[in-house]
């Protein structure tokens, strides 16, 4: 820490202007007093642990030492977490799997580690899905980390598509084995998390084969490396794939098979639309916690920094007072909540579709899929987005890695990738919506989340009837979908009756299917933050409640004028109606400005998961952005070796 | 380079395709046969020096290796082409600079390197405004090498708002010599390359105090480190400023003074318009070629790529097959093209200013200037932005830092903040704007790039006359423009007449004036392209003058779908008219689908240049990726020293 700890006056200013409770606005952020407690109980555990720290920032280390720190540290938090569990809950799975929420994402481990797919992906994968014999053999080594394992499924040449997969496990009738190949090198196994030079088991994908016949992808559970010695068995070649933009303590691996025979039968089938549904939620909430983070940092830092004056005769302004500056950043602020309340809101649905199951009842679950492929990828894809607005928000500085941008931007654009590319999801939210809409069509009834869809589907196109209160914003976004979903349709049915197939016609009508899909999601979003707040508003004291439907109000006008196109389109706005909403919007920025440092404050984030030189609570930038440079390497000795290696023979001509 | 040789077959069938001759296209895209010989040579040159390449992939080394190494690189490449250049042309500093440029861009050095500043600024600084004995003190020693320097100006609290700069300089009549001083922290100066390490002069940024009055920033010739030792001098607190995006081997520095005492007078004035113009325009060049390689990397691996089918008999498609990729991609190939079109046009427009400024007409400089704002801030935001559209579409894979698109993408975004952060540049254009438009209120005749707003300022508010015609689609950007500048002056006005001062006034519709501006710098960008590309249609050969032409056409559809709010609300457009644009902007991917792989071929950069494992001329880039894995340091041993330092012990419950 620096050692001022004085909070920069600046902040203090700001500080004294908050409106509402801090505390009230974080229990409400948090999900409740309990949770609060928890987590500020667990944060404080980690904060106090100094095996927890990194000895030197991770952005000055080489790949190979970054990955050495990155175990020594996920190690120790392991052992000491668990110990810590143990004393107090007393120790069980549910217990530390809980406690290791905090570890696994991104937020302590500013680059993930290694071990988080062992529990987030390989144990579950054992819990949910392996049978009593199997779950017996591995459940309870696994959970004490007596095995380290991951989930290996992408190939170097497949990754969205499963069915393409190369690897093959041939069944051997003469010795009741297993055999599995990496038929050529774009079979080979690349990306899993953790599996480069840590697990020493996995759960792989591969193409069953048996008698002659393919019986599509199964998994098996295989070991790879010797427990005692973790040498790679005979017939398995693995290493890790290499740097990355982001993420580079996870030691993602590649796995090639050479005729490595199993025991094992298949493990029953893994993945099902709950796992998935599941994991998006995480998703969803996790980038809009990246998102949360960025914006606490950069608008901390735009009220620290004073930058250029607005009136000559005055000081130089802090830039958070420049319109400009709000316009980039107030609205991440409420995106950020918005995307959390809409995974809050995917969560109740996907909890009332699991209680249905129970009852044989899976008529949600189509609907629940759809939602969760579009909300995915609208929150990955803003997130990331958002993040790098902040960074640019705070100009020069904000490329430093010690600010924590990089990691958090690493972090969120990874996202828009793994389980499941969002333009791949988008079509597949659009071709429920096509679905849906013919059944609408046809006067069939339509699950919640895509029941507006029946009146324009029944009645007559008219133009909806704009005005600029939020619901009704709202309800535009659901006419902008229903008119593009109308078009969309159209065209597809147009192209076949040219003579393309429906695949083909289908795919030609691509980027308009994927573009209607986006603007279905943000009426989830919108309405999702929208009831979440006045939910709220029921029972939170007067003056938080101002500020969370303040928020609510912003979140509507940034989003609705990124559509003016459609809504010029299909609704009646008129140009007074657009430079009305715009002037809204404007004076929405100017409402929340006072109070967006204790916003971000009552995000309630301390310093450690921030790991930011500009974002952190006293405000100390410069100080800060110092120290870390101080601790570069290069900032060891007064002059570097290649001075007179190279420069000086430069200089004299002697190179 | 990997072992097998062979092109991948789907590249071959791509190339066979070729509509056009890709030589015509390439002496075309780089300005001349001469200059392409030129290039090819120097490309030759540099790919047969052995100690131009880098032993170990830049991304897996830590951050004092990086730079050791690319101080090594940067010596090795000085000195060898400073030999080549004197043996075939004689050398001076013209063709020696000349020759640099190829080295101190990114294309070659990813991270770029410390001695770029010295070439670009260092000795541009001291040949533009040192005077006669100061020019003949430094400037043939730093030609030469004899001594490094670098450009100081920016600090820790102050980067765009020149003014607010805190170094002091102050004149001591008594010893006849200058004070420098750092008052505080945030006075130190921060980000100047080659600064940290290397440099050991500079020219410094600071107030000039003398009898106890400010007389404003000026610049001073400072030695920092000895010429020896290199050890800094006594006063001088000097270092490297850390870890950041990209860019890392640029050694970005801080530098404290303390009673730090030089001879010198201050050196004259160090900037000028020109010179700001023309480093706007190398900004905008330097990223339309990033983009270029970008689009250059994913074309070539979407037509290597087969992912999911689109025809359920039939094998898995070449991913840009599908429409959603080549939306991605193929406007991203045409936006670099426009974007070099545009440097191109502004670089004319600085000549003839150059020209004008010989006899003494400055009329056209402040047009000169707001074009260059705008078109710097477009050319890198859109050129960051179309990096990482072009790494998201190659899926998992453009993930890792082998592809290069991370070194583009440090690059491309970093250009967003310095030279003029981008929301001041905007700024500054519609400053201008404001101003022409007021002149014409008043019947004034406008300079040519603005001329267009004079029919709206003097006619009644009429919609434009839509067309989806190119030239009419261009002019509908103009109308665009002329209508966002009439509201937002009035707004100002209305805020004016409210009580607020004109500075607060313009400040509360900066929104409305970034928004504006923008739009004018697109029309500027699609009028400079389609002009250049009709120009171009005069002496090519048919069949690449239909493929300039529908580039231009794509980039056009492009950029208008983009603003349809803007359309539907100032020109005539309709419905239908929007769902025919939106036809023929698929109708264009279309078009240029076949022949994508050839231009990007066209752009003719070698595989050393483009630096990436997915878009090598060959296309194997499942043999790169691995290739490149098997280079990491974490791969060359089967066991890392961690397992038994920590896994073994967590395995075993001893941690």
């Known amino acids: 820490m620096p050692s001022t700890s004085v909070v ?16 009230e606005f974080t229990v409400w952020w948090v999900g409740g007093k309990d949770r609060l407690e928890e987590k500020r109980n667990r944060e404080h555990f980690c904060m106090n642990q100094p095996e927890f720290g990194d000895k030197i920032p991770l952005h000055y280390l080489s790949h190979k030492e970054l990955y050495e720190e990155t175990i020594r540290k996920a190690t120790a938090i392991f052992a000491k977490s668990k110990e810590m569990v143990q004393k107090k809950h007393g120790y ?4 530390f799997v809980k406690f290791l929420d905090v570890l696994t994402g991104d937020g302590f481990m500013h680059q993930a580690n290694p071990l988080a797919v062992h529990f987030s992906m390989f144990v579950p994968g054992i819990m949910g899905h392996g049978n009593a014999e199997q779950q017996e053999r ?14 290996v499924q992408t190939e170097l040449g497949h990754g969205t598509f499963l069915r393409g997969l190369e690897t093959t496990a041939t069944f051997d009738e003469e010795t009741d084995e297993i055999v599995i190949n990496s038929p050529r090198l774009s079979a080979y196994k690349w990306w899993p998390g953790g599996l480069g030079l840590t697990a020493n088991h996995c759960i792989v994908m591969a193409q069953l084969y048996s008698k002659g016949r393919c019986h599509g992808v199964n998994p098996f559970m295989v070991q790879i490396r010797d427990e005692e010695t973790h040498m790679p068995l005979a017939g398995i070649e693995v290493g890790e794939i290499g740097n990355k933009l982001g993420y580079n303590g996870v030691n993602n691996g590649f796995l090639g098979f050479k005729n490595f025979r199993i025991p094992e039968k298949p493990i029953s089938s893994v993945l099902n639309y709950g796992t998935m549904v599941f994991t998006r939620v995480l998703i969803v909430l996790d980038t809009s916690q990246m998102l949360a983070r960025a914006a606490t940092i950069a608008i901390r830092y735009s009220c620290v920094r004073r930058q250029s004056v607005i009136d000559p005769n005055q000081p130089e302004v802090q830039v958070i007072d420049h319109q400009t500056q709000q316009g980039k950043l107030l609205p991440q602020l409420a995106k950020a909540i918005a995307l959390k309340l809409s995974a809050d809101n995917l969560w109740k649905m996907y909890e009332a579709t699991q209680v249905d199951l129970e009852t044989g009842n899976t008529d949600r679950l189509p609907e629940l899929h759809a939602v969760s492929c579009c909300l995915k990828a609208v929150s990955t894809g803003d997130a990331a987005a958002g993040v790098e607005v902040c960074r640019l928000a705070c100009g020069g500085h904000g490329y430093l ?18 389980e499941g590319e969002n333009t791949v999801l988008y079509l597949q939210t659009a071709r429920y919506l096509v679905k849906v809409w013919n059944q609408a069509l046809k006067g069939q009834q339509l699950m919640p989340t895509v029941r507006y869809l029946e009146q324009y589907a029944t009645k007559p196109v008219k133009r909806f009837a704009w005005s600029d209160s939020t619901p009704v914003i709202i309800e535009a976004f659901q006419a902008v979908t229903a008119n593009r979903l109308r078009l969309a349709n159209e065209h597809i049915q147009q192209r076949v009756k040219a003579g393309r197939t429906p695949q083909e016609a289908t795919n030609e009508t691509g980027l308009e299917l994927v573009h209607l899909a986006e603007i279905h999601c943000r009426g989830f979003i919108l309405q999702s933050a929208y009831a979440a707040i006045e939910q709220a508003c029921q029972t939170a004291s007067q003056p938080l409640g101002e500020v969370l439907r303040e928020i609510c109000r912003l979140v509507v006008y940034d989003e609705a004028l990124r559509i003016t196109g459609d809504l010029l389109r299909f609704t009646t706005m008129s140009d007074p109606d657009l430079v009305e909403l715009q002037r809204k919007y404007e004076a929405s920025l100017g409402a929340i400005r006072p109070n967006a440092v204790s916003i971000v404050d009552a995000f309630d984030y301390p310093d450690f998961i921030l790991g ?5 609570y006293d405000g100390n930038v410069y100080e800060r952005l110092f120290e870390d440079a101080m601790k570069s390497p290069l900032n060891q000795e007064p002059v570097n070796r290649t001075f007179e290696l190279y420069l000086k023979p430069l200089m004299r001509g002697k190179l």
Chains 1, 2 share one sequence.
């Open 8 to 23: 920069n006056k600046d902040l203090l200013a700001e500080r004294s202007k908050c409106t509402f409770d801090r505390e």
């Open 92 to 95: 069980n799975a549910g217990n």
């Open 138 to 151: 591995w459940l309870d080594r696994a959970l004490n980390c007596k095995i380290l394992g991951t989930y």
């Open 401 to 418: 890695s010690s600010t924590n941008f990089l990691n958090l931007y690493g972090s969120a654009t990874a996202a828009v990738t793994y």
């Open 612 to 616: 930011s030189t500009l974002g952190a």
